[in-house]
């Protein structure tokens, strides 16, 4: 079993930054390809950003690509979301979830085993 922890989120205004954190406990979190998504009030829970175990290969959802960047330090069993250049529209939930460890850089929910309870952030206009 792996639990994972989000903390970062909060409300901050259009165009700043945060830097979301997801830490796990349980298992070491090299064998997982780790996840971001988001959900935003009425909406389905959707991929944001994926990053392989190895730290080589990511993916964005292209909402985000430029502004938001994933990374890991395996040592800490932490896996990091820098938000840049946040909008409105980025207002949501964001969870932290690990993949199935036969994939690299899934993009879909069946794709991912262990979920965070996710955190909030809140972009202001």
């Known amino acids: 079993q792996v639990q994972l922890v989000e903390s970062g989120g909060g409300l901050v205004q259009a165009g700043s930054s945060r830097r979301l954190s997801c830490v796990a406990s349980g298992r070491t979190l090299i064998f997982y390809p780790m996840g971001w998504f988001r959900q935003a009030p009425g909406k389905e829970r959707e991929f944001v950003s994926v990053?392989?175990?190895?730290?080589?290969?990511?993916e964005y959802v292209d909402s985000v690509k430029g502004r938001f960047t994933i990374s890991r330090d395996n040592a800490k069993n932490t896996v990091y979301l820098q938000t840049n250049s946040l909008k409105p529209e980025d207002t949501a939930v964001y969870y932290c979830?690990?993949?199935?460890?036969?994939?690299?850089?899934?993009?879909?929910?069946?794709?991912?085993?262990?979920w965070g309870q996710g955190t909030q952030v809140t972009v202001s206009s």
């Open positions: 979830a690990a993949g199935r460890p036969d994939l690299t850089t899934p993009t879909t929910r069946d794709t991912y085993s262990y």
């Open positions: 990053i392989s175990q190895s730290g080589r290969s990511t």
